[in-house]
T-cell receptor
């Protein structure tokens, strides 16, 4: 069965520090990969996605993620975080499955950015 | 544009009482619909999904059920709530592409 691992449960950074959140998945076939973000008091929303092509994906608000197939990883990065990036981040693997999207989410990483 | 609504936003119910959470989607037709429960440290757990009216699949056997009486309406129910049903419930929809769009959620507290 597919699974998604986010090893960092809680990350605390100072503003302007660089960010990298790990995401590893276990599935040998073709996958679609996503990062979602949930800001305090707001909806869960899509940050970026990877379907195919360039393994370096650019998302909103300066985030990017790199798909490394050999490592089964899809890590999220941002060169310089801001206080407004404080949120919870979820990695997800989505597979087409019998007419719907079978999705597996990671357990989430809470990012706290200190001004 | 598409929007997704959930209500109520918060709910406090005693153990043994019934439950009905509603989710509606606007601006799209024949969406796939999903119910998730979000628990701290556990991420999102898929509870039910539906690919059409009256078509419900359950991912996790439990005290809850789901129904889809109309194309853009998805209801999460329980006949008798348990303490363990407390949590944050999210509804989501997806269309022809793979990403899912989430509603604002319902915080359920069973006392």
């Amino acid at each position: 069965a597919q699974s998604v691992s986010q090893h960092n449960h809680h990350v605390i950074l100072s503003e302007a520090a660089s960010l990298e959140l790990g995401c590893n998945y276990s599935y040998g076939g073709t996958v679609n990969l996503f990062w979602y973000v949930q800001y305090p008091g707001q909806h869960l929303q899509l940050l970026l996605k990877y379907f195919s092509g360039d393994p370096l994906v650019k998302g909103i608000k300066g985030f990017e993620a790199e798909f490394i197939k050999s490592k089964f990883s899809f890590n999220l990065r941002k060169p310089s975080v801001q206080w407004s990036d404080t949120a919870e981040y979820f990695c997800a693997v989505i597979l087409p499955y019998g007419g719907y999207q079978k999705v597996t989410f990671g357990t989430g990483t809470k990012l706290q950015v200190i001004p | 544009s598409q929007t997704i609504h959930q209500w109520p936003a918060t709910l406090v119910q005693p153990v043994g009482s019934p439950l009905s959470l509603e989710c509606t989607v606007e601006g799209t037709s024949n969406p796939n619909l999903y119910w998730y429960r979000q628990a701290a440290g556990r991420g999102l757990q898929l509870l039910f999904y539906s690919v059409g009216i009256g078509q419900i699949s359950s991912e996790v056997p439990q005290n809850l059920s789901a129904s889809r009486p109309q194309d853009r309406q998805f209801i999460l129910s329980s006949k008798k709530l348990l303490l363990s049903d407390s949590g944050f419930y999210l509804c989501a929809w997806s269309g022809g592409v793979y990403e899912q769009y989430f509603g604002p959620g319902t915080r359920l507290t069973v006392t």
